[in-house]
C-alpha cells in the first residue's frame, strides 16, 4: 500500500513534466525520470530514520520537506493534464501545448511553495471574532480568549519563532490564554527550548492546556508536566471555574479522542469527569483538540467547543480529504441548540513547512452575552470580520 500510495503521488509529475508529449531531449526525460525514482526508494527509509525510533530530526526535514514538494507537484501536474486534455479537445497550443503545460505546472509549483514556505514559518496572523453565548453573564462581557493550537514543534527548530508567538500572544492582552492541543512532535525533553517561551504567555484568569493526537506519540503525561512547570493549567478531564464582574465561567477540557487507544493509564476523553463539580447553571468553554468531539460537547449543552487538528487543511485540496473525518475544517459553526464550534487553522504546521491557501492563525475570540446581531451578507452569525 505505501509503494501505490508513493506511486501515484510521483506519476502524476512525471508524465505532466517529462512525458506527456513533452518531447524533452533524452537527458532531460532520464534526469526527471531518476528524481523521481529516487524520491520513490528513499523516501520511505527517510520517513522511517525520521519520524521512527530513531526520530532524526535531520532524515524528518528531508522527508516532510520533500513530501510537500511532490503533493504540491501532484496537484498541479493532475490540474495541468486535465488542461492539457481539454486544450488538446479544442486543438488549442499545438506541438508546444505540452511544453508550456509543463513550464506551466513547475512554474505554478515553485511559486507556491516558496509563498507556502513563507506562510508556514512566520508569525500567524491575529484572527478576531465576537462569540455570542446566551448564558453568558454580563460581568463576562468582553472577556478576551486567545487561542493557540498545533504548534507541532518539531524537527525545525522554531524556538524563536515561539518566542515571536508569545510576544503576539501577550500584546493582545487576553483574559484567557487556550492551547488546544498537539503542541509537539517529540518529547518534551527534545522540545524543551522550543517549548520553553509558552512559559513567558500572560492572561489575567486562567492558561489552560489539552493534549491533541500528537501528544499520545510524544509522551502525553510529560506534556501536561511540562505545561504545568511553564506555569499553564493541564485541562486533563477536568476544568476550573474563573470569575470576572461578579458572574462566572467553567473553563473545561478533555483528552484527545486518541488517548484511549494509545494504552497510556488514565487518558481517555471524559467529558463527565471534566464537569463533575461544576454548577450546570454555568455556562461552559470547553477545549477538545479534535472537532469530531462537538456532538458529545452539543449533547451535554456545552456553551462555546474550542479545537484545533484540521490544519484548515495545511496544503490545499487537503481540506477536502479533512472533511472526511471532521465535520468542520476551520471556522465557527452551530451544533444543536446551545453549542458553537470554533476550529482553529492552527499556529503552526505538521510535517511540510508549506501552508497553501490555509494560513496558519492565533484567535482573539471575545466572549459576548445574549445572541448575535444579525448576520451583514457574507459574515457568519456570531463572527465579527477578521482582522490581520
Same mark, same amino acid.
Given at each position: 500500500?505505501?509503494?501505490?500510495?508513493?506511486?501515484?503521488?510521483?506519476?502524476?509529475?512525471?508524465?505532466?513534466?517529462?512525458?506527456?508529449?513533452?518531447?524533452?531531449?533524452?537527458?532531460?526525460?532520464?534526469?526527471?525520470?531518476?528524481?523521481?525514482?529516487?524520491?520513490?526508494?528513499?523516501?520511505?527509509?527517510?520517513?522511517?530514520?525520521?519520524?521512527?525510533?530513531?526520530?532524526?530530526?535531520?532524515?524528518?526535514?528531508?522527508?516532510?520537506?520533500?513530501?510537500?514538494?511532490?503533493?504540491?507537484?501532484?496537484?498541479?501536474?493532475?490540474?495541468?493534464?486535465?488542461?492539457?486534455?481539454?486544450?488538446?479537445?479544442?486543438?488549442?497550443?499545438?506541438?508546444?501545448?505540452?511544453?508550456?503545460?509543463?513550464?506551466?505546472?513547475?512554474?505554478?509549483?515553485?511559486?507556491?511553495?516558496?509563498?507556502?514556505?513563507?506562510?508556514?514559518?512566520?508569525?500567524?496572523?491575529?484572527?478576531?471574532?465576537?462569540?455570542?453565548?446566551?448564558?453568558?453573564?454580563? /460581568?463576562? #462581557?468582553?472577556? $478576551?480568549? =486567545?487561542? *493557540?493550537?498545533?504548534?507541532?514543534?518539531?524537527?525545525?527548530? &522554531? !524556538? +524563536?519563532?515561539?518566542?515571536?508567538?508569545?510576544?503576539?500572544?501577550?500584546?493582545?492582552?487576553?483574559?484567557?490564554?487556550?492551547?488546544?492541543?498537539?503542541?509537539?512532535?517529540?518529547?518534551?525533553?527534545?522540545?524543551?527550548?522550543?517549548?520553553?517561551?509558552?512559559?513567558?504567555?500572560?492572561?489575567?484568569?486562567a492558561k489552560v492546556y489539552v493534549t491533541g493526537n500528537h501528544e499520545y506519540g510524544?509522551?502525553?503525561?510529560?506534556?501536561?508536566?511540562r505545561m504545568a512547570e511553564l506555569g499553564w493549567e493541564p485541562l486533563h478531564n477536568?476544568?476550573?471555574?474563573?470569575?470576572?464582574?461578579?458572574?462566572?465561567?467553567?473553563?473545561?477540557?478533555?483528552?484527545?479522542?486518541?488517548?484511549?487507544?494509545?494504552?497510556?493509564?488514565?487518558?481517555?476523553?471524559?467529558?463527565?469527569?471534566?464537569?463533575? /463539580?461544576? #454548577?450546570?447553571? $454555568?455556562? =461552559?468553554? *470547553?477545549?477538545?483538540?479534535?472537532?469530531?468531539?462537538?456532538? &458529545? !460537547? +452539543?449533547?451535554?449543552?456545552?456553551?462555546?467547543?474550542?479545537?484545533?487538528?484540521?490544519?484548515?487543511?495545511?496544503?490545499?485540496?487537503?481540506?477536502?480529504?479533512?472533511?472526511?473525518?471532521?465535520?468542520?475544517?476551520?471556522?465557527?459553526?452551530?451544533?444543536?441548540?446551545?453549542?458553537?464550534?470554533?476550529?482553529?487553522?492552527?499556529?503552526?504546521?505538521?510535517?511540510?513547512?508549506?501552508?497553501?491557501?490555509?494560513?496558519?492563525?492565533?484567535?482573539?475570540?471575545?466572549?459576548?452575552?445574549?445572541?448575535?446581531?444579525?448576520?451583514?451578507?457574507?459574515?457568519?452569525?456570531?463572527?465579527?470580520?477578521?482582522?490581520?
Open positions: 500500500m505505501v509503494v501505490l500510495v508513493l506511486v501515484v503521488l510521483c506519476f502524476p509529475p512525471w508524465w505532466t513534466l517529462f512525458a506527456s508529449g513533452t518531447d524533452w531531449p533524452l537527458p532531460v526525460l532520464l534526469a526527471g525520470t531518476v528524481v523521481c525514482a529516487a524520491w520513490l526508494v528513499s523516501f520511505p527509509f527517510l520517513m522511517f530514520a525520521g519520524h521512527g525510533p530513531r526520530q532524526s530530526d535531520r532524515a524528518a526535514r528531508v522527508a516532510d520537506t520533500s513530501l510537500g514538494v511532490v503533493w504540491v507537484l501532484f496537484t498541479w501536474s493532475v490540474l495541468g493534464g486535465l488542461a492539457n486534455l481539454v486544450l488538446g479537445g479544442l486543438d488549442v497550443g499545438g506541438t508546444d501545448r505540452a511544453r508550456a503545460v509543463a513550464a506551466a505546472v513547475a512554474a505554478v509549483s515553485a511559486g507556491l511553495l516558496g509563498w507556502g514556505h513563507h506562510e508556514a514559518m512566520r508569525v500567524p496572523r491575529v484572527k478576531r471574532l465576537d462569540v455570542h453565548l446566551p448564558r453568558l453573564g454580563h /460581568g463576562l #462581557d468582553g472577556t $478576551r480568549v =486567545v487561542v *493557540l493550537a498545533d504548534t507541532h514543534y518539531g524537527p525545525i527548530d &522554531r !524556538a +524563536a519563532w515561539s518566542a515571536r508567538v508569545t510576544e503576539a500572544v501577550n500584546a493582545l492582552d487576553a483574559d484567557i490564554v487556550v492551547h488546544a492541543g498537539d503542541i509537539a512532535d517529540g518529547t518534551p525533553g527534545r522540545r524543551r527550548e522550543q517549548s520553553a517561551p509558552l512559559g513567558a504567555v500572560r492572561s489575567r484568569l510524544s509522551g502525553a503525561q510529560g506534556w501536561l508536566d477536568r476544568h476550573v471555574v474563573v470569575e470576572r464582574g461578579g458572574d462566572a465561567l467553567v473553563v473545561a477540557g478533555v483528552d484527545d479522542v486518541t488517548a484511549e487507544s494509545s494504552g497510556l493509564a488514565g487518558h481517555r476523553a471524559d467529558l463527565s469527569d471534566a464537569l463533575a /463539580g461544576a #454548577d450546570p447553571d $454555568r455556562p =461552559v468553554l *470547553l477545549v477538545a483538540h479534535q472537532p469530531k468531539y462537538v456532538p &458529545r !460537547a +452539543a449533547a451535554a449543552g456545552i456553551d462555546l467547543q474550542v479545537s484545533g487538528h484540521t490544519h484548515g487543511g495545511q496544503i490545499w485540496p487537503f481540506n477536502l480529504l479533512v472533511r472526511i473525518d471532521q465535520p468542520v475544517v476551520h471556522g465557527l459553526s452551530r451544533h444543536g441548540e446551545r453549542t458553537w464550534l470554533y476550529t482553529s487553522r492552527g499556529t503552526g504546521f505538521w510535517g511540510p513547512p508549506f501552508r497553501v491557501f490555509a494560513p496558519s492563525e492565533i484567535t482573539l475570540l471575545t466572549l459576548r452575552p445574549g445572541t448575535a446581531p444579525a448576520a451583514t451578507p457574507g459574515t457568519a452569525p456570531g463572527t465579527a470580520p477578521a482582522a490581520g
